[in-house]
């Protein structure tokens, strides 16, 4: 299923997050390299809105605890600790959409 995330000029400015939420979705989109990613919002650790957070190099940096998470596959930066959901973001002309109940697996 897709459905639209929102129109270009609403994403993120290069490194920065931002919480997309509405209709049961609830995502922590950022950009990085001038390409969007969509991450789960809701840190699992103890729940903490991750666009809140800040994202350092590639890592989406929870502001509660500091976990870390790469933003491009959602895995953590610790060993052990649970990745982040993951969906795949496409953009055509100046709309941005969101590909849901699939998420995306990458290396
Ligand atoms: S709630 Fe995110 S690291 Fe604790």
């Not at 129109?7 to 950009?31: H, S, W, Y």
Request: glycine share 10%; net charge negative.
């Amino acid at each position: 299923m897709i459905r639209k995330l929102c129109n270009v000029d609403q994403l993120p400015e290069e490194g920065k997050l931002r919480a997309v939420q509405g209709d049961g979705l609830d995502l922590c989109i950022g950009m990085l390299e001038g390409k969007p990613y969509a991450v789960q919002n809701a840190c699992p650790h103890q729940g903490a809105p991750l666009a809140a957070g800040c994202l350092q190099e590639s890592y989406v940096v929870c502001p509660y605890h500091a976990w870390r998470f790469r933003l491009s596959n959602g895995q953590p930066e610790q060993e052990g600790d649970p990745p982040l959901q993951t969906y795949e973001v496409r953009q055509y002309g100046s709309e941005i959409f969101l590909r849901l109940f699939q998420p995306v697996e990458r290396p």
